[in-house]
């Protein structure tokens, strides 16, 4: 496995350069790119010491799969979080935990969008399984926005077995469902809570289902039957910052 991978688009670099700035190896930029949003890139990276490379655009699209608006950074490689670094991270907060469980989101496009709403509504952390999930790529970096670089994305073993520990630490399951009875509104997201998405057509696994305490839905009063995955997790989690920011 090599020890460094490429994070691109201004955004994905801008987080890179302000909050990992020791993994930045060094940053890339088009050839003749001379606009703002590259400059202030590149003052932010020689004011932390990091160096900067210009090259052709067609070389820099050898280097990535996808739109990297003239801005690439090599950086060390990535790891996601353990169980453990969970477990501490659940340790020291004082607040109710609000943590989003994707299971089988395989689509890097969907992991990324669903990071960027777990940040915008203060998520704790993102859980994943290890298998049938996408993982942290370049991909996911650039459309997270800089989320990659805030929330934790945790990958686990056993997702049963991690849901059954977050209950035993005194967090409420709550798995999304079509069929089920409640609506999310209707659910209390005040408590430490665990909000779990299924793929979208297959849904949750029966064990992961299993594992939940409640089953909620989301309305649907139009045609289609369901909402992409990001955006039903958007809705899902300021469902939560709703109930816990409203005045009683």
């Known amino acids: 496995m090599s020890d460094s991978e490429y994070v691109f688009g201004v955004h994905a670099v801008k987080a890179m350069l ?12 088009a050839r003749g790119r001379l606009d703002a949003r590259a400059q202030a890139l590149a003052d932010l990276a020689g004011n932390i010491g990091v160096s900067i490379q210009r090259a052709l655009p067609e070389e820099l699209d ?18 996601m ?11 020291g907060l004082e607040e109710p935990a609000l943590v989003l469980v994707l299971d089988g989101v395989t689509d890097p496009h969907n992991l990324g969008a669903c990071l960027r709403s ?21 991909v996911v970096r650039k459309v997270a926005c ?14 049963a077995r991690t849901l059954k520990q977050l209950q035993q ?43 939940c305490d409640y089953l909620a839905k989301l309305p649907m009063a139009g045609a289609v039957s369901s ?19 409203q005045k009683s």
């Not at 952390?125 to 942290?136: E, K, N």
């Not at 809570?193 to 299993?210: D, F």
């Not at 909402?227 to 920011?245: D, P």
């Open 18 to 29: 302000e909050r990992s700035p020791k993994r930045v190896k060094h940053l890339l930029l």
């Open 62 to 79: 050898k280097l990535v799969e996808g739109v990297h608006q003239g801005v690439i950074a090599e950086v060390s490689a990535s790891q």
């Open 81 to 91: 979080w353990s169980e453990e670094m969970l477990d501490r991270l659940l340790d």
């Open 118 to 138: 777990a940040d915008a509504a203060g998520a704790h952390a993102v859980v994943i399984p290890r298998d049938r999930s996408a993982s942290l790529t370049p």
């Open 146 to 159: 800089g989320a990659a670089e805030t929330v934790p994305l945790v990958a686990v073993t056993n997702l």
């Open 169 to 211: 630490r005194g967090l409420w399951v709550v798995g999304t469902a079509g069929e089920a009875e409640q609506l999310i509104y209707q659910v209390d997201l005040k408590v430490p809570s665990v909000i779990v998405m299924g793929a979208e057509g297959s849904g949750m696994r029966r064990l992961t289902r299993e594992h």
């Open 227 to 245: 909402l992409n995955v990001s955006v039903a997790s958007g809705i899902c989690l300021f469902e939560a910052v709703r109930q816990r920011t």
